[in-house]
C-alpha cells in the first residue's frame, strides 16, 4: 500500500518538467471530475465551472487505496475547493491535498494549465 502512495508527489508549478496534454476542455464534466493515466499514475481532473478552475489531484483515496476520487463530490469548504470520496466521504483540499476533516490522510495535487482549449497537467516525472 504505501508503495502505491509514492508513485503521487505533489508537484508545484515551479517544478513541472513536463506538462502533459491530457484532453479537450470539452471532454471534462462542468463541475465534475475525470481521470487521466499518466506513466504508473492515475490522476483525477476537475473543473469548477462557477469559479472557471481546473484542479487535478491523485485519483487514489489515501483511506482505502481505492482510485476513486475522479468521481468525487465535488464543492467549496469556506473557499477551498474540495473533493470528498465517494466511499467514506473522507475530504481533501484541491489547494494543498490537505485532509479537510482534520485527519492525517493528505493527496498529491498537480498544476494545471489551458492553452487553446486543451487541458494540460503539470508532472516532475
Ligand atoms: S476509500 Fe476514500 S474515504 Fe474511504
Known amino acids: 500500500m504505501e508503495e502505491l ?4 508527489q505533489t508537484v508545484q ?7 502533459v496534454s491530457v484532453g479537450n476542455t470539452v471532454d471534462f464534466p462542468e463541475n465534475g471530475g475525470g481521470c487521466i493515466k499518466y506513466k504508473s499514475k492515475q490522476v483525477a481532473v476537475y ?10 489531484c ?5 483511506h482505502k487505496m481505492e482510485m476513486v476520487l475522479s468521481r468525487g463530490m465535488i464543492g467549496d469548504a469556506s473557499g477551498i475547493p474540495k473533493v470528498a470520496c465517494p466511499l467514506h466521504k473522507k475530504t481533501f483540499s484541491l489547494e494543498d491535498g490537505g485532509n479537510l476533516n482534520g485527519e492525517e490522510y493528505r493527496i498529491a495535487t498537480y498544476p494545471v494549465k489551458i492553452e487553446d482549449g486543451i487541458v494540460y ?4 516525472d
Open 13 to 19: 508549478v515551479q517544478e513541472v518538467l513536463n506538462w
Open 47 to 56: 473543473y469548477f465551472k462557477r469559479t472557471d478552475s481546473w484542479y487535478a
Open 121 to 124: 497537467i503539470g508532472f516532475a
Open 58 to 62: 491523485q485519483n487514489l483515496c489515501p
Open 5 to 8: 502512495l509514492k508513485n503521487y
